[in-house]
């Protein structure tokens, strides 16, 4: 299943969920120019999360551009190929700016920030566990993992616009968000439980879990800022 767009509408402007697009956005263009510039403080290897740094506080390259703990913020920032940042920043697009709709934007801030912090210790665990401790982590997916978890919470039954290939034949149908969401966060935890953990294929599915938990356990706590007003309808 592949999201298009949403049907619900937002009362602001979704400045900071514009503002980290596009943060991601020229952080990849970057990564893009430096690719045969390892030491680069935007590369994966020197920006990545790399579980070994974060968890002795020593740095693989010496000396380091970004020194740990901090890589587990620009990780946030950097991706590995075109198709991994372009999902992470449709998906950012589609949930980001109602989520920041209902908790405002500096809250909101917040939220994506802890989200994607939790999603790295998750997968740094995990990977640990796994003695995968030297492969770097990038990505916005478990932060974005947050976003949808409070969306869910948020706007149960929102409606996504979503791709669906059946054999040869690709379908659109509107799904409840919860629906979308929920075999999503599904799909996650399968693939991270039937792994032996580490990043998967490439992929970090402990972060999405990880991220997901955390965004579902914060936005219970936070709930919608004060004067926030549902759409008409929701």
């Known amino acids: 299943m592949f999201p298009l767009k949403d049907d619900l ?3 602001r402007t979704p400045l900071v969920t514009w503002a980290v697009l596009a943060a991601n956005v020229l952080a990849w263009l970057w ?10 403080a935007f590369s ?22 970004v020194p740990p703990p901090l890589t587990i913020f620009t990780s946030m920032f950097l991706h ?34 802890a989200s994607g912090v939790a999603a790295a210790a998750a997968q740094i665990f995990a990977s640990a566990a796994a003695g995968d401790v030297l492969t770097p982590m990038v990505g916005a997916s478990g932060a974005i993992a947050g976003v949808l978890a409070a969306y869910m919470v948020f706007f149960p039954k929102a409606r996504i616009l979503t791709l669906v290939p059946i054999f040869f034949i690709i379908r659109l149908f509107y799904i409840p968000a919860r629906v979308f969401i929920g075999l999503w966060f599904a799909l996650q935890l399968l ?44």
């Open 191 to 234: 693939m991270a439980l039937g792994g032996v953990g580490g990043t998967g294929g490439g992929v970090a599915f402990f972060a999405h879990v990880g991220g997901f938990v955390a965004g579902f356990v914060l936005v219970k706590m936070m709930g919608p800022h004060r004067g926030y007003r549902r759409p008409a309808g929701w």
């Open 80 to 113: 590995g190929g075109w198709g991994h940042i372009f999902s992470n920043m449709l998906f950012l697009w589609i949930f980001g700016n109602n989520v920041e709709d209902a908790l405002g934007r500096g809250r909101f801030l917040l939220f994506y920030l």
């Open 9 to 11: 509408p937002v009362h």
């Open 44 to 65: 994966v290897q020197a920006g990545g999360a790399i579980p070994y740094e974060i968890l002795s506080f020593q740095d693989v390259q010496v000396p380091a551009l």
């Open 31 to 40: 990564q893009v120019l430096v690719t045969h510039f390892p030491e680069s």
